[in-house]
């Protein structure tokens, strides 16, 4: 049946794919390649959009979308026969060009390239508490139960045994519930991301499983690179455009990001999806420009963000109502077409996740965004009056003729002050920002542009302007102006607010969506366009910048090329969807990475509690009720006097993954293991339990440990072999002395640290011990009475390897 199914998901594809060719080619799109790329995009994005209107319902199944697909084929073929169109094509008919064979095989290489390195080594982040993780539980929602609602009234009765140790919610996953709000039930969930991409995962995971999820966007990332090459080949041909393919497909943010589970590659396809729709049919019917302007706003299905498109959209009307008003509809059909999707999904937020859309108008993000979308449409307004004043006729007719009579003095004041813009990015904002002292944070927010230039190197930057002058002053195609606004406009607020956490892969996020595509295309666009008239010159240059472009890659990439990150995450949740008890089974947890991928991707009730101490105490009452309860714990020796606790598994995550930096390009690949206990809880005679003096901690049952798999620092000072966590969790009273004793070998080359409360604060910063090679003691104290739990770690350095023994953690009276 399953396979059955898969067969008529892709024929319905197939179908659509092959009768938008025969239309588009009556429609005049004779070119090959842009024919059968652009109707197997929108192929996908029916796909997509059906799945999401079923979503939208709370009713998605792979069968009732395979079934519309179909009826979507069968319109389509009804209209070809209706309009007595031949609906016999061929692929390959068209015009094609002969002599760019070698070019296609290039191309066909690249792709195929790129499709290797973004599918074959995927980020397996099931981890719950950051966005990649967060996706894929959406996408496993929407798979097993057919819509987003994660309303759950079992916090009602949690609520009432647990009091406030209990967490409504996960991280993204939020209760709508709030005293200012009580008509709220608890247990109302919602939501706080978008549907569209999680939807596509849905489909991805219906089609070919849980790693189908982690390469859905290698399909993206290919169809991306394959409208750089057709949008560049027009403005300066196909060799030009296989450099900027090749810029594009291995940036280092292209390449991490793809082999995620994150919206902007999706987000970046419809972009230039839809500029390239723009690029093509500007001059031909006014109705394909409100298409294209509708691709672009499926992204408002995607990302609440995406409404920052809307300022750009209307200085290219400005532009065109003042400079080729013959060509002004064509600009309004654009912006009609993307504010009518745009507004769909925005209703679709307020109506399905309306507590994330207040979330954000409080943060004040939404609301900076409905401002700017509010000035620009009363700006707008404001010149459409002007220019049907008498007076607004004759200035528009002035200004047009000021600026056609200096367009050399505009010409070179507008690139003047874009390199005046990177100078000061570059080399001044730096040195003001070293002199105020700020955090890391804010450090990153005020350089982000040195920041970006991990990803394009400066020289492509500077090219850049030339690439302004070729679309601007020389091209003058009013079809580019949409993927130059666009690209300036994202460029310029990702750079004035990055809006996102500064640790490198992170932060590439945002610049992923479009600065990055955009500033290595108009990198090539300015080397192509040089005023070089010697062609062994200018490609000599051109060779140079593309052997330095290389060499950034292999810096930047040698770290990560080869490597699935993470890769023993998805085969442990497929493990423990079938080891882990289901029956009358509800587990808690502390571990917000792992609460929510536990309970949506492998199917255990699982919630999140504050605090372990005070969930046992009061856990009887939920086996009593007819629970089987299970604690998922660190501690492996955990102990309690009200309830009984028997291992029933352990939960092991590892894989490889970079070293979290700040502010710093990533120079190190690090082994993370995360070991967990299952106990199950039981009925028993209450024992008194007394504090213990001591506790012996086996150092073979480590909880957590980082171990160094390659480095390419140059100097090594404060880099370690290996980190080993050992956590102990308190049954009464925490506050008091405590003394650890180690023992091993070579222990005086070792550090120690300990943390406490999920490592969310150090009560001992990492420091040597007291003692010997044989015989290490540290000592600290424990003064919040709320504290849970501590977390006991023991660095080694690389090339000074010590090894413990024993490990004993005691009381100090």
Known sequence: MVSLVNFLFFLGILLNTYFISVILHKKGISQPLSRNLVSFTLSILIAGSIALLLVSFESYKILPVVFIQLLVAGSFLAYILVRKLDPILSPLSGRNNSGNLFTYIILTLLLVSAGAMYSLFPIEYIKGDRDHGVYVVFGSKIQKTGGLNFDDFRYQDLTRVLGNNIIFGYPAIHSDHSPQDPSVPIGSLSPRFYPLFPTFLALSADLFGLDGMFRVNSIFGVLSLVFIFLIVKKWIGPWGALIAVFFCAFNPAQLWNVRTTLSEPLGQLLILFSCYLALYFF????????????????????????????????????????????????????????????????????????????????????????????????????????SNLQFGKQSIVLLKNTILKNKKILRIVILSSLFLLITFAYSI?????????????????????????????????????????????????????????????????????????????????????????????????????????????????????????????????????????????????????????????????????????????????????????????????????????????????????????????????????????????????????????????????????????????????????????????????????EVKAYAYCFQINPTGKFKVEFEGESLSQATFSVTANQSSSVIFPESPGVGDDRKMNIEFSVENPETDDIQIRFHTKRDRQAVLKSLQLSRIP
């Open 283 to 386: 001059r031909k019917s006014k109705g394909w420009m409100f298409f294209a302007g509708g691709v672009l706003g499926l992204s408002s299905f995607n990302r609440i963000d995406s409404l920052i498109y809307f300022p750009a959209l209307v200085i290219l009307v400005g532009y065109l109502l003042f400079l080729r008003k013959k060509s002004l509809w064509r600009g309004f059909n654009f912006l009609f077409g993307y504010s009518a999707i745009s507004i769909l999904g925005v209703l679709y937020g307020y109506i399905n996740s309306k507590p994330y859309m207040l979330d954000l108008w409080r943060s004040k993000q939404l609301l900076k965004l409905t401002v700017f979308c509010v000035f620009s449409s009363i700006l707008l307004s404001g010149l459409l009056i002007f």
């Open 429 to 721: 904002q730096p040195v003001i920002s070293n002199s105020e002292n700020l955090t890391d944070f804010f450090y990153f927010k005020k350089n982000s542009f040195i920041f970006f230039l991990f990803y394009v190197p400066l020289i492509l930057v500077l090219f850049g302007i030339g690439g302004y002058d070729l679309l601007v002053f020389r091209k003058q195609s009013s079809g580019s102006l949409v993927f130059l606004l666009l690209g300036s406009l994202l460029s310029f607020v990702y750079f004035y607010d990055p809006s996102i956490y500064p640790d490198h892969y992170w932060a590439s996020r945002r610049w992923l969506l479009f600065p990055v595509p955009f500033v290595c295309i108009m990198g090539v666009l300015g080397m192509y366009s040089l005023p070089i008239k010697k062609q062994v010159f200018k490609s000599t240059l051109i060779a140079i910048v593309f052997a330095g472009y290389v060499y950034h890659l292999y810096n930047r990439e040698r770290l990560i090329f080869f490597e699935r990150m993470l890769s023993g995450y998805s085969e442990e949740f497929e493990r423990l969807s079938i080891a882990l008890p289901n029956e009358k089974a509800i587990y808690f947890t502390k571990k917000q990475d792992l609460a929510s991928p536990l309970r949506y991707l492998s199917g255990r009730e699982t919630y999140l509690i504050h605090k372990t101490r005070p969930f046992l105490e009061k856990a009887s009452r939920l086996i009593e009720s007819g629970w089987n309860v299970y604690l998922i714990e660190e501690d492996f020796h955990l102990e309690d006097g009200s309830v009984t606790l028997e291992k029933v598994d352990q939960i092991s995550l590892e894989g490889n993954y970079p070293l979290d930096t700040v502010n710093r390009y990533p120079d190190m690949l690090l082994y993370r293991g995360v070991f967990l206990q299952v106990y199950k809880l039981g009925l028993g005679p209450k024992v008194s339990i007394q504090t213990k003096k001591s506790v012996s901690i086996n150092p073979s049952q480590f909880t957590y440990t980082l171990k160094t798999v390659r480095s390419e620092r140059k100097s090594q000072p404060n880099v370690y072999e």
